[in-house]
Each structure stands twice: as C-alpha cells, then as structure tokens.
C-alpha cells in the first residue's frame, strides 16, 4: 500500500531520476491501481471508500507527473527546492526567442496553407529540438546535478512542449491521417 | 470473442446471497437493461420479448405518461408531447440545441438546462429520462423477482460533466441506487471480452443515436486502461436521418412542413437508413397531412454522398484521440465496433480504412454496452472476487477556471487518469481584495466563454492585503463518475476561507426531492382512473382519424357494406366513450382498429398509384 509522505518516485520503486525505466512504472502503476482502486472497495464501508479514492487519486497524479518528461523535469527541481516556473524567471535569451518566433510564423503559414507535409517536416525539427533538451536535462539533472542551468533548460523545454502540442494540433485538423 | 469467454465458469452465488444489479445503456434511440445471471452477462426483454426499449416519452393530458413503443408509435400523431432523443437536451440550455427550430418542441429556457412544454406541464430532460429508466427498473425487477441494490447506468465517454450530472439525477430520481456512471465504449470494451482474449491496443468506435465517441485503451493483464477518448456529443445516427429527411424536402420540393409530417418524415429517414444496411436502394413513400404523396427512391450512393460529411465528421475525433494516446493507427489491434449507426456499410468502410483493418462486429452493436455496464454492475455490487479485470478511465476534457482576461487557465488536462484531485493557487490582483470570483469551465479553448461554463462561485473573507499576497488554492476533484466537485481556500493567513460547490447546472437537492415527491402523490392516484383516461384518449383519436379517412376515401375506396360495417364498429366505440367503461372502450377501439385494416391498406395503395400516374382517385378503379 502506498504512503502518502512519499514523493513519487518512491510511491512507484523507481530511482528520483529524470532517466525512467517507462516499463517499470507502467508495471507499477497497475499494481497499485489494482490493490487500491475505488472498484475494489465497492462493498467496504464508506471512511474505506474514501480513503481507495484519495489514494488512486494521489497516484493517479503522481503516474501522470512522472510520464511525462517536462512534469517529471519539473518535480524533480521541485524536490530539490528549485521552483522553475516562477514568474520571476520570464527573461530568456534572444537567440532562443527569435528561434521560437521563426517556428511559430512557420507554424502559422503552414496551417493557413494546409501543408501536411510542411507540418511534418516542422514537427521533426521540433522534435528533434525536444530530445536535444531532454538530452541536457539528464546530464544536467541526473550527472552534473546543476539545478539552476538545469531549471533554465526546462523554461525552453516548456516553449518546445507548447510548440510540439500545437503542431499536433494543426496536424490532426487537416484531412490526413 | 464469445462472451462465453468472459463469463467466468462455475461462479454462480446461491440466490440468496446475489446482490441485484443491473447495467442500463441508456441511449438517444433505445435504452437497454442488462444483468449478470449465473455468471454470463443478459439483456433483459419486455413481455413481448422485445430487449430494447425506444427512448421516447409521450406526455398524456391529465398526467400519463407512456414510453417505449406505445409512445414511439405515436410520435407523429401528438409531436409536441411525445419527446425523442431526450438525451441530446440533458446538461444544455436552448443555445446549444443548434436545430431547436427544427423540432416539435416549446422549448423554455431555463437556466442551466432547456425544458420543454408539454400537455402535462413543463418537463426536464432529467425527468424525461428518468421516465424511462423507471420502465427499465421495474422492467429489471420484475424479471430477477426483487429490488435492485443498484444499477451502472452508461454515458457517452465524451459527456461533459454537466450532461453526466444530469444523468446521475436522472437516475436518482427514478429511485435507482447509482453504483457508477460508466463510459460507454468502456463498456463495450468489457463486453467483448478483451481482458480474457486479449493484450494490446484496441480503439472503440462507438456511434450512436446522437453522440460519438472513440476511445483508444490498453489492455494488459485484466486492466483496461483508456489511454485516450476523443468525440462529440451531438453527432449521431439522428445527423444522418436529418440529412435524409433535408434530402426528401428537396426532392420533393417543399420547404417547410407541419410538426406531424416533420415526425412523420423523420420516421421514414430513419426506415431508409436501416433498410440501406441490407438494400442498395430504398423506396420512401409518405402521405402528409395535405393528402400529398411523397414517393422517392434513395440509392446507397445517394445516401453516402449526403452524408460524407458526417462520417468524416467522426474521423477527426479518431486522429486526435489517437494524437494524444501518442500512437499510429498501425498500432491499434482491433477496433470494436459499437451502436446502431455502425451498422452503415459507408462507416464500417470508412472506419477500416482509417485503421487499416476490418473492424469487429461479432457483437450486436445494440446490446454490447448495456451487457459490459452489467458486468461492472456486477463487480461493483459484490459478486465477484477480487481476481477481476479493473478499469482505469479519462475525464473527456480539461477542466479548468476562468483567468484575468478570459482566458482558460487548465488545471485537469483531458485524458487525465480518474478519479483525481488537483490543486493550483492563485492570488488576488488588486490592493485588499477580500474576495475572489472562480469560474469553472471545461473544455480545450483558449478562451473560457468558448468553453462549458460548470459552475460560478465566489470566495469570500480574504484578509485584506496587497495584491498578490493572497494564496487562494483552487482543488478540483474528479471522483470515478467523471464528476467534480470545487473547493477554494485562501491559505497564507491563520484565517482560511474555504467553500465546496456543486455545479449550478444539475438539479439541487431540493429540486430531486420535490419531484420525487411529486411521483409519489402521482403514484398513489387512481390507477384505474388514468387508464380509462388514456383509453378515452385513444379511442377518441382512432374515431377522429377514421372519420376523417372516410370523408376523404369512403367512397371510392369502400363498397357501401364495407363502409356500413366500420360506421357501425365507430358507433360501438363511440357509446362505450360515453359509458366510461374501460373494458368496453379498449375492446371497441381494437375492435375498430381491427375493422379499418384494410381499408387503410386500399387507402395507401391508392395514394401510390394516384403519384405513379398523377390521376386522380376517382379515376382510378378499385
């Protein structure tokens, strides 16, 4: 049974690493949601009930962080008491900025041409771009444990991320499959 | 997959000890109850044998209410009292019933939900349905011989929170015990057994009579996991038989037509469609109100054509749904195929395209979901061990608040695991601002009017303090119904606010209690009393309907004999209306709905030939 003052990783067994073992929590996830889920406790009394439902919520949350890379990213630095997202941090470097600019008029112009193919190309660069990121977190999270570059990582992760979801969005709105 | 499969061998509990527990799918066309009996999953039929039961609601004058087929039968007759598709107005208000000017009602807009008027008052959809499901209960209980503990009632996976809401106290209020508000193409996955037969991917294409939904789960090792769902709640196989009925309006050059044809010709869309599952053509013929004839023939060609847009209406859901599970259509093994509407040659194509395969259809598409709710019910009631499959199911949309600007800040992304709980702060923005107004919308726009409005509230007695020092935490909870609840709290000072909403959209509590109250003193009124009143009702429109069709073709169409014979079977009728005798009416009314058999048969053979040839009845030789 889980206990709610662990932090996620623990919860699921897994190293608090940026690296995951995607099988092993998957694994993990399951074999908990099948000793605590609400499904479970059907016929208990009603405290027990409330308490299989707080539960799978509170993994349900901590499966969702963990699966993902940018939420996994960000509690990680949370755990080492380095708040990422603050709206202190707004600045970024220009470079960075004029890049982002560029992918988001490709974006714009290729939605407004229905270019397929043109979406594809930018998804690739784009996605190439998220693993290069994804790359430098784990050095920076997991060897170098350099948590404020690694925090500066994660802000352009975020513009990545948004960019990524959103080419998705413009591609899955044209007809093609 | 036989559902032989599924059902595990040897399980069954002494009777005494089965808990009753059914699963109801209830559906914009039909609604269904099923149940687990020694082990193997069964819809229960009606007295006539029949398993579905047509969701429509036929209000009577003075108070009775009929439903299923009686009520289906009269749908054209009496449009304006006899509701169908109620589903499609639970949880919505007039302004998102895009066609309300295309249906028979007097819709009034009440807030938060549309009601419509009726000869027996102002009905809720949440009534409405609820009418049905007290069929479907007592149908239930008078089959397992005892009262139900309880009943997973089905929704559309892609129902907001607002229209499951709706269902849950729809259900209430037809006294059921709610064990679960279960998606229906979850359901369906059940139901086909993939737990046992199966691991991998599989997508749930589920059309029904108004609603789509297409879920991606994966299955391993007894779990269910819905990965993604995707859909629309107001797309369904009424779309197609509107698109039908536009077609016959154009074809036959009208424009506008009254609420009965308007009824009638939806019927007939509906028979073409179905017959287009069997036949490559379709003859329609109608005979409106005017004495015009409607005679068309619908090809299947014709049929696809007018209604491409739809099917690929469905296909869009499909990519995203698969987007977001971040998988390829190559990656799904088999797509089941569920609700009446897959039964269209054109879908089950289009559909295998997408996904490259032929789609499963071993299954009734009508049955399978009210059979996986019952074996949820089951499970959920206790009649089972602990070695079962477990479902983990997604909240369909985000849900969020409204922020400054208007703007939609997420704090639940949609395909989120349930149930869950999820908190997020907030701060004030103006210099001792001691409260804060939280506006809770669901949906994936950017900005919040383009979203679902669930609930409004305000949270009151923030310490006065400068802007941005307040810390008002927001947490919503998504319990496994899909439905959540809202708690605000202002957390930076010892003072702490705090309030819990429920969603302005459902009823309150006082609202169910005064209705369920209502059906009670209904209840205990006297039986015999609406009975002979609904007799009377339909003796008179028999009587009227007859005497109308011999003014117009008793003559030509009837030998003077012929014609003596129903006059006297009316004038039976007519003195039993008189006696008030509720036997003697329901025997002149058969009695004369059996004597007009087949002068109603001459009358439409005739409407026939008079449209073939253009000539007119007298002309025409009998």
């Known amino acids: 049974m889980p206990d709610f003052n662990r932090n996620h990783f623990e919860l699921f067994g897994l190293p608090p690493a940026f690296a995951l073992d995607r099988a092993a929590l998957e694994r993990a996830y399951r074999d908990i949601q099948s000793e605590i889920h609400p499904d479970r406790f059907a016929h208990a009394g009603e405290a027990e009930q409330r308490l299989a439902m707080q539960w799978t919520a509170r993994v349900n949350e901590a499966y969702q962080t963990l699966r993902q890379p940018f939420e996994r990213a960000r509690y990680l630095l949370e755990l080492h008491g380095v708040h990422a997202l603050d709206d202190k941090h707004t600045a970024m470097p220009a470079d960075f900025l004029l890049k982002q600019i560029e992918w988001r008029e490709q974006l714009q112009q290729a939605k407004a041409d229905r270019d397929f193919t043109f979406l594809q190309r930018l998804e690739s660069e784009t996605l190439a771009e998220a693993e290069r990121l994804e790359r430098q977190l784990q050095a920076l999270l997991d060897e170098r444990r350099d948590y404020a570059a690694a925090a500066e990582t994660l802000r352009k992760y975020r513009f990545i991320d948004k960019l990524l979801s959103d080419i998705g969005e413009a591609m899955t709105e044209l007809d093609i499959p | 997959m036989a559902l032989l499969q599924i059902a595990e061998p040897g399980r069954a509990t002494a009777p005494h000890e089965h808990r009753l527990a059914v699963g109801i799918d209830l559906g914009t066309t039909n609604s269904l109850v099923a149940t687990v009996r020694n082990g193997i999953a069964v819809v229960l039929n009606d007295e006539h044998g029949r398993p579905l039961l047509p969701s429509v609601v036929r209000y009577h004058k003075g108070g009775g209410v009929s439903v299923g087929y009686e009520a289906q039968a009269q749908a054209s007759t009496d449009p304006h009292n006899t509701i169908v598709s109620v589903k499609r107005f639970m949880g919505r208000g007039l302004k998102d019933l895009v066609d309300a000017a295309t249906m028979p009602y007097q819709f009034v807009d009440a807030p938060g939900m549309v009601q419509i008027k009726t000869v027996a008052g102002v009905k809720s959809p949440v009534e409405v349905s609820a009418e049905i499901l007290k069929v479907l209960k007592a149908r239930a209980e008078l089959a397992l011989g005892g009262e139900l503990i309880g009943a997973v009632i089905t929704v559309p996976a892609y129902f907001d929170d607002a ?167 190559a990656d799904v093994k088999g797509v089941v195929m569920v609700g009446g509407s897959t039964r269209i040659p054109r879908i089950q194509a289009a559909v295998g395209e997408f996904f490259g395969q032929t789609p499963l259809t071993n299954l009734d598409p009508d049955k399978v979901v009210a059979l996986g709710a019952a074996m949820q019910a089951n499970v959920l009631a206790g009649n089972k061990g602990q070695d079962d499959w477990l479902l983990l199911d997604v909240v369909p949309l985000s849900l969020g608040i409204e922020t400054m600007g208007g703007l939609t800040e997420k704090i639940i992304p949609r395909n989120s695991t349930i149930p869950l709980a999820r908190a997020q702060e907030f701060t004030t923005y103006k210099d001792g601002q001691t409260a804060m107004a939280i506006h809770v919308v669901q949906g994936e726009r950017e900005l919040a009017s383009d979203c679902r409005s669930l609930a409004r509230f305000e949270l009151r007695g923030i310490p006065p303090m400068v802007a941005g020092a307040a810390r008002v935490r927001v947490t919503f909870q998504v319990d496994a119904d899909g439905l959540l609840s809202v708690t605000a709290r202002e957390m930076s000072t010892g003072v ?44 008179q429109r028999l009587l009227e309907a007859t005497r109308n069709a011999l003014d117009q073709d008793g003559e030509a169409l009837l030998t003077p004999a012929e014609r003596e014979g129903i006059v006297s079977l009316m004038q039976a009728l007519e003195t039993a209306l008189a006696a008030d005798n509720l036997k003697a009416i329901k025997q002149a009314t058969e009695a004369l709905n059996q004597g007009t058999v087949e002068f109603a048969a001459r009358r439409m053979d005739a409407s026939v030939k008079r449209a073939l040839t253009g000539h007119r009845l007298e002309e025409i030789d009998v």
């Open chain 2, 163 to 329: 229209q499951r809401q709706a269902t849950k106290d729809a259900a209430r209020l037809a006294g059921l015990n709610v064990l679960r508000l279960l998606n229906e193409p979850t359901a369906a996955a059940i139901a086909y057994g993939l737990d046992n037969a199966s691991e991998g991917i599989y997508a749930v294409y589920d059309l029904g009579g108004g609603t789509f939904d297409i879920s991606i789960l994966r299955l391993s090792k007894g779990v269910f996991e819905v990965l993604a769902t995707n859909g629309d709640s107001a797309l369904g196989g009424d779309d197609f038989d509107r698109r039908i009925y536009c077609w016959m309006l154009e074809q036959a050059g009208l424009h506008t037509v009254g609420d009965n044809d308007k009824a009638l010709l939806m019927s007939k869309a509906r028979e073409a469609k179905e017959a287009l599952s069997e036949h490559p053509q379709v003859r329609i013929t109608a005979v409106l109100t005017s004495g015009e004839l409607i005679d068309l023939t619908l090809t299947e060609q014709t049929f696809n054509d007018i209604t491409e847009s739809l099917v690929a209406k469905t296909l869009l859901p499909c990519r995203k749904a698969l987007r977001d599970a971040g998988l390829k259509p």
């Open chain 2, 496 to 539: 702490q606010a705090h309030i819990e909403v429920k969603p302005s959209y459902g009823l309150t509590e006082e609202e169910v209690k005064r209705m369920l109250q209502d059906s009670y003193v209904h209840a205990r009124d006297d039986m015999a009393a609406r009975m002979l009143a609904e007799a009377k009702v339909d003796g």
